[in-house]
């Protein structure tokens, strides 16, 4: 059995030089997780959800505008999800631990439990967390997409991304029937069954999944590229998500913005 | 005994005190009823099983697998094996899963008892339906050019079925695709000899230099295209490679290149011979082929496109021209892609022409990191192509449709109501047509003007192949297969209702015909397939191969196909001819309007055929972020200049008609163009898109490519004007208008290539 | 002083138990008004309860709004109470007597007001009892980590040890209630009265429990502010409430606004009640001076949590603050809020005429209410609103009907349960007064006389 299997700590790395913003991961994390449809009255509401999304950053308007070349004007994509960090500020303020860290370094919410305080959403820096103003519906027949093994939630809880640990949860099962630790390749995104949707999905192969703890897993090697860097560092939350800085043939280095 | 009342307190309390003690030390787990201290998503559920076929929400018909749980379709995935996207998808893709559920899905034929848009339809049984379609069949043999076939580009065994269907019965078969790529044929077929389109080696090219082509959202086969663009930028073992990207409208591929040259709309060609220019001028290029373009005069002949005289008709300024030519060529291997709008003019072949020369200038032809030709398909019935009808051709039968000479016209898996320019007057015709018969499993827009619809199969329950184009650089076929029982198989199996396959169809069709059931000896598209795949497995090479017919069919649709990596293309090209000497400026419908319209295909929903599904239709677009409705990009400067606030609705005036819809101020769109993305404007398609924003298809002038008679969808100018209404226009970004990065601590950080 | 007439017991039972036992009609026209309004606003409560808060203006990132600004000023007007009694009674402040027991009531129904704040503002109502060390059988434990079990606790605490403090300080008025009452009067302040009959060491007990309450609650009062102000301090995420001096910032905050809630109230008292005799202006004058220092000292914590977050300049504060003070429209509410907040009070309260002219102390305190409720607003909303860096994710708010509403409704359930109150027990107490009265002494210091200092059984 694998009693002694050393412990998988899960972590991603997100290479924004190959971003396209094209939204494969966004659409792809609706389907695997159950999100409800974001219709456009919950656009105009300002509560759609989207554990995954693409923030747009313009660059270069004030140059633009000076000399007039539109060519200065940058758009920039990022792809936030939950950071699933170390020393996760959301996590103390949730008054009944409807959010915690599990041995694997995921921050989970257990939906169940949760009260609808909002309190972890406003202590979360990254704005991942989504909760859900609206009573989650379908209509009946696309309750057949619906994914099983993922709970369709209810309204007044938070939401967020999960690392899609239905997914981690299948390959640990494998794993204890195998009694062995699966290969990295298993949880990977270039093909692996348990990789997470979104990483699935990414055309780019941006997003990049896997253990931490294997040393020899791509996201290990990746994470330490000499262009990494964490999302908002300063506030010490020690995320498990690693971004790699953008290439930009304009870029200063010494301004590394 | 008497009982005190001491002794009653003591034993009162003693008893308490056991109670107490036993409920203290009682185990906990035992009472609970439900520990909600676990998520869910701990406990698996029953096991899953994933099939892998082709997807058919796009053009490009990608390998995915299905993930399937108690007979329904749960899950889209990229297929790893399969050559064109090795296991990634688009945002588009995932949408099949919503099309087979949709609520709005017809579950059976629909009849149209009393002619005439708004009569009502009655539901009909597929017996009835199918014997009314062979007995106009049969009837309209005597005169067969009066029946009338409208699909979809078909490619594979679905092209060979119609091709045979169409010629032994002696039927038009016309083929329509809204933003058409007839240019883009017609350049390969002149450039390369080739019918295939080019395999791009973006991955191992030093740079990418693109004009009008959006590779990175909606052309051609953009899962392919940003699969090797993640290479292309970070791959191991390569230097980054360097983008610089040509065109009118700012666009995904534009917002994501090193460089964005905004150019006037359709001197992109001029652009590209300018740069042909610098290059010959330097004999940077491959001597012979600057020779052979040049017609041996050198950069001389040459001299109308110097970058100092084109400098201001392009709007690109001469010394970028050359800098960004001598970096090019400086950066080799490098690839020239051209296509989208830079081909949608009236000049349009001048443009592609010109654009791809600058490749054969280079030598990049078969070359890593250049330009690799397609080759044949395998078997010869997998040659067979229907690629779109250009423009040029579609007046004549509209024509004939309006002087009753068309008595049967079948639409099969295109909506041309909604994608032809309204000018050509196609929907008087359609009502002159005494029997319209539509597949569609939606009401679509030209399903409204139907008398008899036949909802074929969603793709996940169908059978097929797919030649893919273009092609990974090698041989290749995909098979589809259906992954769930139909989701109306319930209706089929009880009540002769549900859904069909198109193919099966049309070789049921076909029996009653005996001209056509020659052409056609099989029963069922299975069988069809089967066939095809026989022959496949007698090829005895490729990524399939088995002793027996039973084992080699299993893992064909197991993997999703058959491919064969060393089967490249033999052709050798021709020697090049010279370039044009003389610039060929494009025309414009529109005189005197200030604004060149820029229609894009949306990058969730495409041309409109996504529209139904909610998840695409609440995919943002990645620039704007805009969901659920039709904007328009206006430059931020001109906004400001003709006090035009976001979701203001600005009424787009063209010479073929008019449409609304809401401001988005881009602070990165030339002042003298404004786009609209396609995709709204549906009457009809189900509750997520009907009645949905604005379809910007319709307002296009006709206006065609002088050489090969496509849509030049890119030629219209509009004037815009404000209605004085405003919106809050839906959008995913918050409140802050065009949000820049903070100072300090931003979130994307950038650095300098190494 | 000057306006102080001599009482006697018995002018001063029939004075202040008049409400008790006649019902004027205003009585019963206030009590209909206020309770079509609490009943719009617990309608307005189960509408949200039943609907969920799509029903509401909040939004992303805006996820904390109306409902707990609000319950940040109840808690904050309920610090008035403890304030009075306990501190002036240690320091044995003789003009507090007719002020202490509606001081202490306020705190009661303010913090009922204020405690279910946190009830609709939460997704699931329904199950807000696991903020509670409850149901460990199922597994469902509270986290101590979160301030959001700390409140609950404070408020809770603090609101016992104000009932028990009230109805100690109570039980020889209700004995008087009981003993001039009939019929079923009679047995519900008996029983309420506990064999109250005014033994000297009835007396002394009472006495000395009074004091070592006033003692324990300090303490809880000034940490049941801080324990609101850490709802917001401890947030790391975002910058607007991510302050160290948020805890004395809040306290005093409280004090300000909860003792300006005091002045309308005895000002109110002091018209329906026709209390002229018991409360005079030399309270309003003692009131306004504790004021203009407590003011005084609330703005400068203010000048400070802005200088503070600024010294650093950080971009995502200064964006922040930059929102808050000089965007429309909240440098309008900031404005209003530095207006009434600060400005008006605080240079009116330092006039001696201002101070004994009731009816502007009466209009001044309800400016100083309206400047501390946009305070927590202006930290609560845009601090949510310019959370980080990720500009492409700030947002804004507006409020909902359902929330307005039920905001608005609040203040009358405050105003419902004091007229309920008064009409059950007297607002002003009777033995304080009479105390007052024997204990009544005036000395000279320099050219005004000052009620006395006296010590006390
Ligand atoms: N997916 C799945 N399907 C299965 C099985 C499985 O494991 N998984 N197991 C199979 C097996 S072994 C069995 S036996 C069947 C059982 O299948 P069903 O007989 O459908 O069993 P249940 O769903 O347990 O209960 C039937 C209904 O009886 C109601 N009921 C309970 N008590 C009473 C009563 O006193 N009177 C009346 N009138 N109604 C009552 C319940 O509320 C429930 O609605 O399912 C079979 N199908
Ligand atoms: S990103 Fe936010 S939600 Fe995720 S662990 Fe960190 S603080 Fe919590
Ligand atoms: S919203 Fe839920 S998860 Fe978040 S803090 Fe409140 S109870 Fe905890
Ligand atoms: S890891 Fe899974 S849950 Fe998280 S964003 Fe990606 S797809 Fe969604
Ligand atoms: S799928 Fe990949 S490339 Fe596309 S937006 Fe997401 S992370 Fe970026
Ligand atoms: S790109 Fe088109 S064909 Fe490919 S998977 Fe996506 S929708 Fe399907």
């Known amino acids: ?257 | 005994m008497e009982l005190t009342r001491r002794q009653l307190l003591k034993l009162t309390g003693l008893g308490l005190g056991g109670v107490l003690y036993t409920a203290c030390t009682y185990d906990l787990s035992e009472t609970r009823v439900e520990s909600p201290t676990h998520i869910p998503e701990d406990l698996v559920a029953g096991l899953d099983t994933w099939y892998a076929t082709l997807c058919r929400e796009c053009g490009a018909s990608e390998g995915i697998i299905v993930r399937v749980m108690e007979g329904r379709a749960k899950k889209i995935q990229g297929n790893p094996l399969y050559p064109t996207n090795t296991g990634k998808h688009r945002p588009g893709c995932e949408g099949a899963l919503q099309a087979l559920y949709h609520p709005d899905r017809l579950a059976g034929p629909l009849r149209r008892m009393v002619k005439g848009v708004g009569q009502s339809f009655e539901p009909t049984t597929w017996s009835l339906a199918l014997e009314e379609l062979s007995s106009q069949l049969a009837k309209h043999q005597s005169d067969p050019r009066s029946v009338v076939i409208i699909t979809d580009p078909l490619r594979g065994s679905a092209a060979d079925l119609m091709q045979r269907f169409a010629t032994s019965y002696g039927a038009r078969h016309v083929v329509f695709e809204p933003a058409e790529q007839t240019v883009l044929y017609e350049t390969t077929k002149r450039l390369y000899g080739s019918e295939q389109l080019p395999h791009f080696d973006i991955a191992n090219a030093s740079s990418v230099l693109s004009f009008g082509a959006d590779f990175l959202s909606t052309w051609l086969n953009p899962v392919g295209y940003m699969r090797q663009y993640g290479q292309f930028r970070q791959g191991t073992g390569r230097k980054r490679g360097r983008l610089v990207h040509v065109e009118p409208r700012f666009s995904m591929t534009a917002a994501n290149a090193d460089e964005w040259v905004p150019v006037n709309p359709g001197m992109e060609g001029v652009l590209a011979l300018s740069m042909a220019y610098v290059i010959v001028s330097e004999r940077k290029g491959d001597q012979s082929a600057a020779d052979a373009l040049t017609g041996g005069a050198g950069a001389d002949a040459l001299r109308a496109f110097r970058p100092g005289d084109v400098a201001s008709v392009t709007g690109v300024p001469a010394e970028k021209i050359e800098r960004i030519a001598k970096e090019f060529a400086d950066h080799q291997p490098g690839v020239v892609i051209g296509g989208g709008s830079a081909g949608a003019h009236t000049n349009g072949l001048f443009n592609l022409s010109a654009i791809y020369s600058l490749n054969l200038l280079m030598g990049n032809t078969n070359k890593r990191g250049g330009v690799w030709l397609n080759p044949q398909a395998p078997l010869p019935e997998l040659r067979a192509q229907a690629t779109a009808t250009p423009l040029g051709q579609w007046q004549p039968l509209i024509d004939d449709m309006k002087a009753g000479r068309v008595q049967m016209l079948i639409v099969r898996g295109a909506d041309p109501l909604y994608g032809i320019p309204k000018a050509l007057g196609f929907e008087a015709a359609l009502s002159k047509v005494p029997m319209v018969v539509s597949f569609s499993s939606f009401m679509n827009d030209t399903a409204v003007y139907a008398d008899l619809i036949v909802p074929e199969h969603t793709g996940l329950e169908d059978w097929g192949n797919d030649v893919p184009q273009p092609g990974p650089g090698f041989q290749t076929v995909g098979y589809q297969q259906p992954v769930v029982r139909e989701y109306h198989e319930r209706e089929r199996l009880q009540a002769d209702r549900g859904s069909r396959g198109f193919a099966d169809v049309m070789l049921a069709l076909a029996e009653g015909l005996p001209k056509v059931q020659q052409a056609l000896p099989w029963k069922t598209s299975r069988e069809m397939l089967m066939d095809s795949a026989r022959k496949l497995q007698g090829l005895g090479k490729g990524s399939v191969v088995a002793a027996s017919f039973d084992r080699f069919w299993i893992d064909l649709l197991a993997n999703g196909g058959w491919w064969d990596t060393s089967a490249t293309s033999t052709a050798t090209p021709p020697k090049p001819s010279a370039l044009p000497t003389q610039r060929r400026d494009p025309q414009f419908q529109g005189a005197g309007a200030e604004f060149h319209l820029m229609p894009f295909a949306s990058n969730a929903m495409g041309d409109g055929r996504g529209a139904h599904i909610p998840w695409l239709q609440a995919a943002p677009d990645p620039v704007t972020t805009a969901v659920w409705g039709t904007w328009i990009e206006i430059n931020l400067g001109v906004a400001k200049e003709m006090g035009i606030k976001e979701g203001e609705t600005l009424r787009i005036i063209s010479p073929a008609g008019e449409i609304e819809a809401h401001a988005f101020p881009h602070p990165a769109i030339p002042r003298n163009v404004v786009a609209i993305p396609m995709g709204q404007g549906h009457r009809q398609y189900g509750r997520y898109a009907q009645e949905r924003g604005a379809n910007v298809l319709s307002i296009l002038a006709p206006a065609a490519d002088a050489d090969t008679g496509a849509l030049a969808w890119a030629a219209t100018k509009v004037r815009v004007e404000k209605t004085g209404r405003r919106i809050h226009l839906p959008k995913f970004e918050g409140t802050v208008e065009l949000p820049t990065q903070l100072e300090e601590g931003a979130i994307i950080k950038t650095t300098k290539p190494v | 002083m000057q306006e102080r007439v001599p009482l006697t017991e018995r002018e001063v039972n029939r004075d202040l138990l008049r409400p008790v036992f006649t019902t004027p009609l205003w009585w019963w026209a206030a009590v209909g008004v206020l309770s079509v309004a609490v009943a719009a606003g617990l309608g307005s409560a189960l509408y949200l309860a039943i609907n969920g808060f799509g029903v509401t203006g909040y939004n992303r990132p805006v996820m904390w709004a109306f409902l707990l600004v609000n319950f940040v000023f109840w808690v904050g007007i309920s610090h008035a109470g403890i304030m009075l009694s306990a501190i002036l009674r240690l320091t044995q402040a003789e003009w507090r007597r007719p002020a202490t027991r509606a001081a202490e009531v306020l705190t009661i129904f303010s913090l009922l007001t204020a405690a279910q704040m946190p009830l609709w503002h939460v997704g699931r109502v329904w199950r807000i009892y696991w903020v509670f060390p409850y149901d460990f059988g199922r597994g469902i434990w509270p986290n101590v980590r979160s301030p959001l079990i700390w409140d609950p606790s404070a408020i809770f605490t603090y609101l016992t040890s104000t009932i028990l403090f009230v109805y100690i300080a109570m039980l020889p008025d209700i004995a008087v209630i009981r003993d001039r009452a009939t019929g079923w009067r009679q047995g519900f302040y008996g029983v309420l009265a506990m064999g109250w009959r005014g033994t000297p060491r009835q007396w002394h007990l009472q006495a000395v429990s009074g004091i070592l309450l006033s003692a324990i609650i300090l303490p809880i009062f000034v940490s049941v502010h801080s324990i609101v102000s850490w709802d917001f301090g401890v947030a790391v995420a975002v910058e607007g409430w991510h302050a160290t001096v948020f805890a004395p910032y809040f306290v005093i905050g409280a004090v300000w606004s909860g003792v300006a809630g005091v002045i309308t109230l005895m000002a109110l008292m002091r018209w329906l009640f026709k209390a002229e005799k018991y409360i005079r202006a030399e309270h309003f004058d003692g009131l306004g001076k504790l004021l203009s220092v407590v003011g005084i000292g609330w703005w400068f914590f203010t000048l400070m949590e802005i200088i503070f977050s600024l010294y650093s300049k950080e971009a995502a504060e200064v964006s922040f603050r930059t929102l808050q003070m000089f965007t429309w429209p909240y440098n309008m509410l900031f404005i209003l809020f530095f207006l009434t907040g600060f400005v008006f009070p605080v240079t009116l309260f330092l006039s001696r005429t201002v101070r004994h002219n009731i009816a502007a102390m009466f209009w001044i305190s309800i400016f100083v209410n309206i400047g501390m409720w946009l305070e927590r607003y202006m930290i609560i909303v845009p601090g949510l609103m310019r959370k980080q860096g990720l500009t492409f994710t700030w947002g804004s708010y507006s409020p909902g009907a359902t929330e307005t509403i039920l905001v608005g409704s609040t203040f009358a359930m405050v105003a419902l349960g004091l007229l309920i109150f008064s009409k059950f027990f007297p607002l002003i107490p009777l033995s304080d007064a009479k105390e007052g009265e024997v204990l009544r002494h005036e000395i000279q210091v320099g050219k005004v006389k000052v009620p006395a200092i006296i010590r006390e059984a």
């Open chain 1, 1 to 257: 059995m694998v009693t002694t299997r050393v412990r998988h700590k899960w972590g991603m790395v997100v290479d924004l030089d190959r971003c396209t913003g094209c939204q494969a991961c966004v659409v792809a994390c609706q389907a695997e997780n159950n999100i409800p449809i974001n219709l456009e009255q919950h656009f105009l509401q300002r509560r759609a959800i989207e554990w995954i999304r693409i923030e747009r950053y313009w660059e270069g308007l004030e140059e633009a505008e000076k000399t007039g070349d539109l060519s200065k004007v940058k758009a920039r994509f990022i792809p936030i999800l939950c950071q699933h960090c170390e020393n996760a500020p959301c996590e103390p303020v949730c008054p009944v631990y409807a959010t915690y860290h599990n041995n694997e370094g995921l921050n989970v919410q257990i939906y169940n439990r949760c009260i609808g305080t909002r309190y972890c959403v406003n202590n979360c820096p990254y704005q991942v967390r989504f909760f859900n103003f609206w009573q989650p519906t379908w209509p009946e027949s696309l309750h057949n997409q619906l994914n099983p093994h993922v709970t369709v939630r209810t309204r007044g809880i938070m939401e967020k991304c999960t690392f899609c640990v239905q997914r981690l949860r299948k390959g640990g099962r494998k794993e204890v029937q195998e009694g062995k630790r699966l290969d990295d390749k298993e949880f990977d995104a270039q093909s692996g069954m348990f990789a997470p949707a979104c990483a699935r999905a990414c055309p780019t192969d941006t997003l990049v999944f896997g253990d931490m703890n294997d040393p020899n897993s791509r996201v290990s090697t990746m994470a330490k590229d000499n262009r990494n860097y964490k999302l908002l560092a300063s506030i010490g939350t020690e995320p498990n998500v690693i971004y790699l800085k953008k290439v930009d043939l304009d870029a200063s280095d010494a301004a590394t913005h």
